[in-house]
């Protein structure tokens, strides 16, 4: 059976700071599964929603380590390319210690040629697959470079042809890009083809060229984007549909430790709903509770839940039974 959600993007070894200092002055990285879309459909299997990658990774440990991984948490690994003569990607990620946000140092294009996400190509792209999904999940990231550009706005046009919704992540890294206005043509672009949207407040600031987050969520949906999210950080998150309702939730309150991983969890709560066609609030609900989760840990995909963990934090901390 083809998955209802595939990702298709970036997958990569973090290696995150065991302590939140500065590159200069921390001593050890633990090793951990990463690549923004593929945390997102971790989060979306393990609510119990079937879902798939089309990535590529190195003929190496770090590769098979990251298909492991995928594996283990129940998302069908059938199209991982396995590019030989490749190293698996790789980024440094430290944490501020007031706030718990990240920075990143990237080992890929375009500072180091020759890794493994850069290099999934048009071939490894199998139309039949994708459109057997509910919806396409893409990363921006997995745009700055070719061949892997060129891949996945195949995978989207597959996926816009069999009737697929995509779902677009800008997962806005700038040095990885070789100029903004390349990055900038390119998310054009990929606007115009999403059904899905969302965004960092951050990343709203930076495309849509306004401090207001409302604002920002109006100019996308002036894409032809049906539903448009703008993830906040401590303060919570907004949703905004093409019918011009909008819903507004506070953050959890939680004590962040890594934020790594937080909005990738967030789209999972987002696309998982918009599969069981719950309303607007029960979407944010879920994805904000997600996000809270996912800082309680470093690491990724260490802290996404499960129904059963989900479920628990939603009656104990909103006080609200909801079924997932």
């Not at 003569?85 to 980024?91: E, L």
């Not at 946000?101 to 180091?112: A, D, T, V």
């Not at 100029?179 to 059904?195: F, W």
């Not at 987002?270 to 809270?292: E, M, P, Q, R, S």
Request: proline share 4%; charged share 25%; hydrophobic share 40%.
């Amino acid at each position: 059976m083809v998955p209802e959600v595939i990702a298709v993007g970036e997958v990569l070894i973090d290696f995150v700071a065991s302590e939140p200092v500065s590159y200069e002055e921390v001593k050890f990285f633990e090793k951990c599964f990463g690549g923004a879309p593929m945390n997102t459909v971790v989060g979306v299997s393990r609510l119990g929603v079937s879902s798939g990658v089309i990535t590529a990774v190195g003929d190496d440990s770090f590769g098979n380590f990251l298909r492991r991984e995928l594996e283990k948490n129940g998302v069908d690994v059938s199209h991982v390319a396995v590019k030989k003569g490749k190293r698996t990607t790789i980024t440094f990620v430290a944490n501020d210690p007031s706030t718990g946000e990240r920075s990143f140092m990237f080992y890929r294009k375009p500072w180091i040629s020759g890794t493994a996400d850069t290099s999934l190509e048009v071939e490894d792209i199998d139309g039949s697959y994708i459109s057997g999904a509910s919806i396409l999940h893409v990363s921006g990231f997995s745009l700055s470079q070719n061949p892997c550009r060129n891949a996945v706005f195949k995978a989207i046009d597959c996926a816009r042809k069999a009737g697929v919704r995509v779902s677009f992540d800008p997962t806005l890294r700038i040095d990885v890009w070789d100029s903004p206005s390349v990055l900038r043509k390119t998310y054009d672009k990929a606007l115009k083809s999403s059904d899905i949207a969302s965004f960092s407040r951050e990343e709203a600031e930076f495309i849509f060229q306004t401090e207001d987050p409302e604002e920002a969520a109006h100019k996308a949906l002036g894409y032809g984007i049906k539903i448009v999210g703008i993830k906040l950080g401590d303060r919570g998150s907004m949703i905004f549909n093409e019918a011009g309702d909008k819903v507004d939730l506070p953050a959890f309150k939680v004590k962040p430790v890594d934020t790594t991983g937080a909005g990738d969890g967030w789209n999972a709560g987002l696309l998982v709903g918009l599969i069981k066609n719950w309303d607007l609030k029960k979407c944010i609900t879920v994805a904000n509770a997600i996000g809270a989760l996912i800082v309680t840990r470093r690491g990724a995909i260490t802290a996404l839940p499960n129904r059963e963990e989900l479920q628990k934090f939603l009656k104990n901390r909103a006080k609200i039974d909801i079924e997932i």
